[in-house]
């Protein structure tokens, strides 16, 4: 959501809803139908993983790009799609969004090739990135402020801190029973029947003047998908590949032009003022570090309790149950030990088990059982993010001026996305490593390949001291600015978690 259209939200104090009531809930349900789909699709191909590198012969390091080709486009172009629906109008948009994003989907599981699939989730990125901005705007233009609006956010924000537990069980189910090409076919119903009844049902609001930030949009998601792209051919060829080489300088070179671009353009997509306040820029990159391990967690777990372990693909996504139950539980909480501990304090705790939680992690063998070696740190990280997640969205929104708070919140989701692509580039480069030095030591496949999930595992666990650190002595406890939060504007940037 773009920095004006949640001001419009804050703003207007007794705006009636535009929708009749019998209406309103053919809306809503639009609306988090298409969100749910957009969700989804984050943490529902994880199961599949292992059958879509079977299916369409994708190698270990490739096989992130299934992840990574959506995430890097949809956290990318995530800024620029809010400030399109300002411009042009939100249901507008939202549709356009939800038609690419569908079209998308259906290509992805007619895909005969990598390439094919890579190119269709790439798309299905830019279509999530257009339409999901727009999705509590229209809630809050269809609902009047106040306990229905409040209703209504309520149900949303079940539905989206629902929907990432909700799709490693659905993609495990229909990996299972039907085809892991359903998971991408499934969107294609939802989406047409939510991008047809939407000119009916969805309001549209006024256009408000502005200018596109074509260039800043472009240069950043182009540099950071050169960036994965040059640790994606280190990890396959090794660090003195000539690919890897001309990659990492191209997105040195883009990443800089944004740079420079954003401190000259009148109306930046990436305000930088937003990182001269040193307590918020080290939340940014906490929460970088945090989603960079979680993101390598989800890939390489996901593996290992199919290919290692034996479990079906439903099984496999019922084994995260406990985490996902545990971070949702834990993070209802937070709101109330926030208020009573403050933000640092409670950031720190919660890392501590999250810390430990993924060096146990690293210790994973051939012979590691679930309930041994699995399910512990699962427990240990669930509730440690849970705990520490809330209290960070807060510390990175604290101090923000009314006119960034849209900037603000929607870099917290753009450094997630932008964070689990990076993260999970880096951690499979690790990964390759380890397993061409154990390789030559003639160890069995097996082996090979679970010392490689350790190394990565162990990575992923300094960056988790890291955050530890950079909590530690970077973010200052700011309880009355955090206190000062707009709730709703905590709302939108905590359901994305």
Known sequence: MSTSSIAQVMTRPGRRAAQRPDRRGIALALVLGAQLMIILDLTVVNIALPSIAQGLHFTEPSLS??????????????????????????RRVFIAGIALFTAASLAGGLATSAAWLLAARAVQGVGGAIASPAVLALIAASFAEGRERTRALSIYTAVAMGGGSLGLVLGGVITEWVSWRWVLFINVPIGIIVALAAPRFLPESERQPGRFDLVGALTSTAGMTLLVYGFIQAASNGWSDGKAIVAFAAAILLLGAFLFNESRVRQ????LRLFADRGRAGSYLTRLLLVAGMFGMFYFLTQFVQEVLGFSPLVAGISFLPMTAGLFGVSRLSPRLLSRFGAKPLMLVGLVPAVAGMAWLSRIAPGTGYAAGVLGPMLLLGIGMGVAFVPLTMASLAGVRPQDSGAASSMVNVTQQVGGSLGLAILVTAFSSSVRNAAGHAQAHQQVIVHGMSSAFTLSAVFYVLALAIVALV??????EIEAVPAEVAERVEIAE
């Open 65 to 90: 790009w299934v992840l990574n080709a959506y995430t890097l486009t949809f956290g990318g172009l995530l800024l620029l799609g809010g400030r399109a629906g300002d411009i042009l109008g939100r």
């Open 268 to 271: 930046p997509i990436t305000p």
């Open 475 to 480: 973010i200052r406890d700011r309880a009355r």
